[in-house]
């Protein structure tokens, strides 16, 4: 078994009313694919939040990268933000920026590369996530599959140990889902790029997964390979897939 | 009443160090001597610049030609009525260049920029940018706080200079159809009556007030949490207690230096 990059260990954490997570542990390996699976408010997005090392649990550990972003120092931090590329439900690019400068932005704040070697490695990334044509725009002008996308490329354009996606299907049609799809698939084979995303509905993506961590009310219902998920005996996961 | 009174006090105390607190952020942050970013930072100052003071110019010059002119054309009538003509320089110098070129200037750029930064980053919150930045390990006050105060200081400084140029110059070139003192004569004694410690009060206090204005705005901006119905909250909100703020630190200053 590869070195564990995600540890949650008995977590507790709340965000406003809705959102909470209650003794929730898992554990994701060096290049595994994990999907937090649940409805709205089952507390996915709170958990994928902590996988990333951006909330505050009230109780129990969160280790990300042999980080605890509570109790560490603001520059271990800072260099866990660097390595962990994060895509919000809402694409989330800054909005006065055109995209390629969105995608840019991490580069020039977290490495020293020459303006040129910056703008090949950002087209680049661009056309691999098939929004190059619109890199003179800005965000506003984008639907809203193009603006996840562009957001992706700002996620892997820094070329992250761990990637975090929050609601994956959302705004993405087809081609984008599939393009999304295989985008994800390359760079876990190819760069070992580990993925923690949180999915509301079935979808093929299951595919790509190792695990899937089936949640409902903030708590952990089964953890499991993509294939068993359907045989988890849950009232919820029974309406998740259709089994009712 | 007691318990209110208590209460609303810690608030403002709490409310004064939060906003003194970021403004010593800001300024680490602009003497950092780290590089990374150091690019978007002057492309944000250079845009604050830009919109703050460059596209305020015009309805700038307008209201300080209309107030040079009310001010210059009411001393110049009541003036020689009570035998003090002669001192008409003076009251320019006074009311012009010390106080309501700076104060007014600060009030156009509150009304102007300092609602645009609020908004703008009260939008950002709800668009999820904000959380954005931070989760790429982007300083949020380095990225939005800092080249706003920069530009805002730079900007409202400049704009105060030419504030009192146009007031004071302007206003008496289109006072004088009912004027009838030289136009030479109007300038050497605004020459004699201005000193350069006028000058040196009006630069602080403008740059003050740049600072304030930036800061209480980003502040609000940054203090909307998820609802697109806080924006227009906080911005009336940073509307008020900056005009406050700026009128505190304007005692402050003329107290300060001339009292």
């Excluded at chain 1, 889902?177 to 079935?202: C, D, H, M, Q, W």
């Excluded at chain 2, 160090?17 to 780290?34: Q, R, T």
Aim: with cysteine; net charge negative.
């Amino acid at each position: 078994m590869s070195e564990a990059v995600i540890e949650l260990d008995h977590v507790s954490a709340s965000e406003g009313i809705l959102e909470h997570v209650e003794d929730f542990s898992l554990t994701v390996h060096r290049g595994e694919a994990v999907a937090l699976v649940g409805s709205n408010r089952s507390g996915k997005g709170l958990a994928l939040k902590l996988c990333a090392g951006l909330g505050e649990p009230s109780a129990g550990s969160v280790r990300v990268l042999g980080v605890d972003p509570v109790s560490a120092s603001a520059e271990a931090v800072l260099q866990l933000r660097r390595r962990v590329g994060v895509v919000f439900a809402k694409p989330a690019l800054v909005s006065n920026m055109s995209v390629y400068d969105n995608v840019a932005l991490p580069l020039r704040y977290h490495a020293a590369l020459t303006e040129a070697a910056l703008h090949g490695r950002v087209m680049a990334c661009l056309a691999e996530c098939g929004v190059d044509l619109f890199h003179d725009h800005f965000p506003g002008g984008l639907a809203m599959g193009d603006a996840r996308l562009a957001a992706l490329a700002r996620a892997l354009v820094v070329e992250p140990d761990i990637l975090i996606v929050d609601e994956v299907l959302f705004g993405l049609d087809a081609d984008e889902l599939i393009r999304f799809r295989g985008l994800l698939g390359k760079y876990r084979r190819e760069k070992g790029l580990t993925i923690v995303v949180s999915i509301n509905a079935p979808t093929a993506l299951f595919t790509l997964m190792d695990r899937l961590a089936l949640m409902r009310d903030g708590r952990l219902v089964a953890l499991c390979p993509p294939a068993e998920a359907a045989r988890v005996d849950d009232p919820m996961v029974r309406d998740f897939f259709g089994n009712n | 009443m007691i318990a209110w009174t208590g209460k609303k006090t810690v608030e403002g105390v709490t409310y004064a160090a939060d906003i003194l607190f970021l403004s010593y952020l800001a300024f680490k942050e602009l003497l950092s001597p780290a590089r990374r970013g150091r690019h978007e930072a002057l492309r944000g100052i250079a845009r604050q610049i830009l919109f703050t003071g460059v596209d305020a110019l015009p309805i700038v010059a307008a209201i300080a030609l209309m107030l040079g002119l009310i001010v210059i054309i009411q001393a110049g009538i009541a003036l020689p009525q009570v035998g003090a003509g002669a001192f008409l320089a003076n009251i320019v110098v006074v009311a012009l260049v010390r106080e309501l070129g700076p104060l007014l200037t600060a009030f156009i750029v509150v009304g102007r920029s300092g609602t645009a930064m609020c908004t703008e980053l009260g939008n950002m919150k709800v668009g999820q940018e904000v959380a954005a930045l931070e989760a790429m390990g982007i300083s949020v006050v380095r990225f939005l706080v800092m080249p706003r105060m920069v530009g805002a200081i730079v900007a409202i400084t400049c704009l105060t200079v030419f504030f009192d140029l146009v007031a004071v110059i302007g206003g008496f070139l289109v006072a004088k159809v009912t004027l009838t003192i030289p136009f030479l004569v109007y300038l050497g004694e605004i020459e004699q009556a201005l000193s350069i410690a006028d000058v040196v009060i009006t630069v602080v206090k403008s740059a003050l007030f740049g600072l304030t204005i930036a800061v209480i705005c980003c502040h609000h901006g940054l203090a909307v949490v998820g609802s697109s119905t806080e924006v227009p909250q906080q911005n009336s909100r940073a509307m008020l207690n900056t005009v406050a703020a700026c009128l505190v630190v304007d005692i402050i200053v003329s107290v300060g230096f001339y009292v």
